[in-house]
Nanobody, 119 residues
Framework: QVQLVESGGGLVQPGGSLRLSCAASGSIFSINAMGWYRQAPGKERELVAIITSSGTNYADSVKGRFTISGDNAKNTVYLQMNSLKLEDTAVYYC??????????????WGQGTLVTVSS
């Protein structure tokens, strides 16, 4: 019904940059929120950044380094990651909270993309 496809992960040196993308497709009526979460080995999944009708919010650990943005026409959310640190290494997941054309509420996760920061 609705699918999410993530892209953009990879290996980068400390101080480098990456941009993640997550495109939603299908019978979408409206999007309530788009966000990025991450899960490092041995840790719980945590919020990185989110866009809602109220604006954007970031985890304290990424403020000033990461930027979340959305393209409503393409139903795509991006995460620009600059000044990457070793501790940013994790699997990054996008998340959409939306309504379908049949008014069904969905809370969807992308497949995850690995970001590895290493020298």
């Amino acid at each position: 019904q609705v699918q999410l496809v993530e892209s953009g992960g990879g290996l980068v040196q400390p101080g480098g940059s990456l941009r993640l993308s997550c495109a939603a497709s299908g019978s979408i009526f409206s999007i309530n929120a788009m966000g990025w979460y991450r899960q490092a080995p041995g840790k719980e999944r945590e919020l990185v950044a989110i866009i809602t009708s109220s604006g954007t919010n970031y985890a304290d650990s990424v403020k000033g380094r990461f930027t979340i943005s959305g393209d409503n026409a393409k139903n795509t959310v991006y995460l620009q990651m600059n000044s990457l640190k070793l501790e940013d290494t994790a699997v990054y997941y996008c998340n959409y909270r939306l309504r379908t054309v049949t008014m069904r509420y969905l809370d969807l996760w992308g497949q995850g993309t690995l970001v590895t920061v290493s020298s």
